[in-house]
């Protein structure tokens, strides 16, 4: 929690945590006791036509408790941390001008530091340079540019794996753009967050417990149609899997199923796989947050009165 008791700065509550850990559950919970609106902060959910893969809360559970930024853009549009700042302090603003408390949940950890702590001055995207990019890694492939990267912009380029061709691309485009190396640019911090921000964390007490509930999600996810939901986008020719919908957890393993690459016992494993090495990250992330208050996801009742006692203080 940051000190901010002495100023006069509106309150913000943030609910973070790993995937599967009860995060929406608390926030919608916590919708009937205290003044909040709900803000997502989940770089899947901003999806449309994502929604089992996904886990996005359901119709039901929406219009019970609406979820701002959510369902705003189309699979293949992109979206960044620097765009998702800019939604999130105007939904804010909203929230805060009616008399009432911005509650922002999710697991993307870059997003909530991007709110937090601002953003360095990067350029914008610049369309062009992007495909001059884009058609030298089809003629040369990634790897080249990587190669490339690594003469530039060293720091950046050990950071960046080959395979990642949005970061790699973006990397690029700030050099080709500016004349001035990421590493050198995110130096520089940005604007911090105009609030009294109320940080919790939810998790499971043990990291067994964190994979039960992945495996159980990611098969429940599977029952409720998640299958079908991928052949519509996979059939999409506009859709590939570099955009970086595609490459949501779940989604990128049944992309390699559906194209014939693996079998369906396979896709399911590598989706369990990848949903954990995710959670690692996001708690990777957690354990070095500062001034967050823990909560026990198995504890959900605890965790709800834990909210209220802080934020009411």
């Not at 926030?27 to 899947?44: F, G, K, Y």
């Not at 520089?188 to 039960?212: C, D, K, M, N, W």
């Not at 896709?267 to 996001?282: D, E, F, S």
Request: a neutral charge; one cysteine or more; glycine letters at 6%.
């Amino acid at each position: 929690m940051t000190d901010f008791d002495n100023s006069p700065r509106p309150k913000a509550i943030f609910i973070m945590g790993p995937t599967a850990s009860g995060k929406t559950a608390l926030a919608m919970n916590l919708r009937q006791h205290l003044p909040v609106e709900l803000i997502s902060v989940d770089s899947a959910l901003i999806y449309r036509g994502m929604d089992i893969g996904t886990a996005k809360p359901g119709a039901d559970e929406l219009r019970h408790a609406p979820h701002r930024l959510i369902d705003i853009i189309d699979p293949a549009e992109a979206y960044s941390a620097a765009d998702f700042r800019r939604d999130a302090l105007a939904e804010m603003a909203d929230i805060t001008a009616a008399g009432r408390i911005p509650l922002l949940v999710g697991g993307t950890m870059l997003y909530f530091k991007a709110l937090l702590e601002g953003l360095s001055p990067l350029p914008p995207a610049d369309a062009e340079v992007r495909r001059r990019i884009e058609t030298q890694a089809r003629e040369r492939g990634w790897e080249a540019l990587h190669r490339q990267l690594c003469e530039i912009d060293p720091v950046a380029a050990n950071r960046i794996h080959p395979n990642d061709p949005q970061r790699l691309s973006r990397a690029l485009e700030v050099f080709f753009v500016s004349g001035k190396t990421l590493t050198e640019l995110t130096k520089t911090s940005g604007e911090a967050l105009p609030y009294q921000v109320y940080q919790f964390a939810i998790a499971p007490v043990t990291r067994e417990l964190l994979h039960q509930r992945i495996e159980l999600r990611f098969h429940q996810m599977l029952s409720a149609g998640f299958e079908t939901e991928a052949r519509a986008l996979f059939a999409r020719s506009d859709l590939h899997r570099d955009l970086p919908s595609v490459r949501c957890v779940g989604y990128r393993q049944m992309w390699s199923y559906l194209s014939g690459e693996i079998d369906y016992d396979e896709m399911v494993y590598r989706g369990v796989c990848a949903t954990r090495q995710l959670a690692k990250r996001q708690m990777t992330w957690l354990r070095g947050w500062e001034a967050v208050c823990w909560l026990d996801s198995d504890r959900p009742q605890d965790a709800m009165d834990k909210v209220i006692q802080v934020v009411s203080a």
